[in-house]
Structures are given as structure tokens and as C-alpha cells.
């Protein structure tokens, strides 16, 4: 794993982090406003835009027809 992807993943687990503090927040309360609700709306997008990142990340790299670096 190249070092940019190993920076991306740290960085990737911070975020997550941070979500989940923040999602701790917001379920200590039982009443949210609208703009706590779009938050948290937002935190989940998030998390699966964070997760597809990291799908990605990990896929094993298909050989691309006429790609010269991946000659097959």
C-alpha cells in the first residue's frame, strides 16, 4: 500500500471517529430540531460515502484493454 493510501486511510478513521462522537451526541437527546435531523441525515451519507471510498481503496485493480501499465 502506497503512502498517500495509508495517509487517506488514517485520515478516513479520524472522520469516522469524529461521526461517531457526534452521532453520540445526538442520540443523548430525544428532541432534535430539523437542522439537527439534516445533520445527522448528512452524517450518514457520509459514512457510506466514506465506506464506498474505502471499497474502492481495497478492490484489487482490474487490468484496464490497452492499459500498458497492466499489460494483459
Keep these: 500500500m502506497d503512502a498517500f493510501t ?3 486511510i488514517l485520515s478516513l478513521r479520524d472522520e ?4 461517531q462522537r457526534q452521532n453520540s451526541r445526538y442520540r443523548l437527546d430525544k428532541a432534535h430540531n430539523q437542522i439537527e435531523m439534516m445533520q445527522d441525515e ?3 451519507y457520509r459514512l457510506l460515502a466514506i465506506r464506498e471510498e474505502l471499497r ?3 478492490a484489487p485493480q482490474r487490468a484496464v484493454p490497452g492499459d500498458k501499465a497492466h499489460p494483459g
Excluded: V
Design 6 to 8: 495509508q495517509q487517506r
Design 16 to 19: 469516522i471517529a469524529s461521526i
Design 42 to 44: 448528512a452524517r450518514k
Design 56 to 58: 474502492i481503496m481495497i
